[in-house]
């Protein structure tokens, strides 16, 4: 039994893989390839716009931009599940590291801050 | 109260921007730029590996890989958030999209085939 | 005898792979790799800035800057050779269909008609 | 006048854009932006294909890779003149810097070593 929402997806996942025997092609490095070239596809619906533009697509792009989303998302559990990292509790460690990092009374409001800490 | 685990890092990611001040930068523009650089950063790890070296990472590489896929996954879960779409709904959509366009029996064994198909 | 500038560079480009025994690495598939993790490290330079602040970088960054492109620069010739790709020859190719493509009385100073036509 | 290849390049992509007014869109924010997604369509190519495959692609296949990789040529190019960066002149200082970096006889042969020097 999956014991939440993303572990669903992963099952899903591996069974679609399953049945279609791409298995061999879902090697890490293939997929980290995979997971740039959709990610590089949501950049491209971005890269002439303007930021307050991205900020209001119309319905149509929003929804071509959605579809990239998935995909992203699709590859990156793949990923995950291929390296056996649980993606919730890496990003939990994560954040709990970046507010550590990152102190809000120290770096607020600034975007020359911003620049320097990231 | 969040919904499941993605809803509940949603807000927490929210949280953390706005006691940084730093919702400002975070146009989608601009949040497809840091998440293709986080998902360059695990390509990284991977561009002089062979596909087998890339399933058997030793312990000190998986743990630097692992953060890189929560940076990833942090990012696309602030950029699903800014233009309000739901990633477990998104993902389940393109599954199911998935599916019916490449069919298990037709496509199934052939890395020529899941090359055309892709 | 190089031909050319960019000739030169690559045939300085094999020297160096060959003297330190890198050939055996730089595969099409690996170099693509290296060369989008390249450009991630400029889009990384660009993520958090303004359009116009992209526009006048600080010299201590524009330094770095300067070295991911001349990093892109080298793989992307190191690609071009291993696929034996004549980049100049290709680009002059390119940008005459684009001048066909794209009729600069038809495009003509409109957003909307880039995107479009992008 | 050029004083070579990659300065008439330059010149004729300088024309190209000014003749459909689109000198306005290309920041060096959004050209970053544009070089990733077009390295990323030769990335696409290659992420099913083993390495030895991407050394002998077929005859269509490697036309479209041209093409991708003189479309990415031409915004490194773009780029590079919104800096003002002489490509040449960086990748040059590049090279000589790699050359003291990785010495020939305390780098060659090891995938070890290769990675670790990277």
Chains 1, 2, 3, 4 share one sequence.
Do not use: C
């Not at 959605?66 to 460690?93: C, G, P, S």
């Amino acid at each position: 039994m999956p014991h939440n929402d993303l572990d669903a997806l992963k099952l899903r996942l591996r069974q679609f893989a399953k049945e279609r025997d791409w298995d061999q092609f879902h090697s890490p490095k293939n997929l980290s390839m995979a997971l740039s070239a959709e990610v590089a596809e949501i950049v491209e619906h971005f890269q002439w716009l303007t930021e307050e533009q991205s900020k209001t697509l119309p319905a149509e792009k929003l929804a071509e931009v959605e579809q990239e989303l998935a995909d992203t998302f699709v590859y990156l559990i793949r990923l995950a599940d291929k390296l056996n990292i649980d993606l919730l509790a890496a990003a939990d460690k994560k954040i709990k590291s970046n507010e550590e990092k990152y102190p809000a009374e120290k770096v607020r409001g600034s975007a020359k801050k911003y620049t320097e800490y990231e």
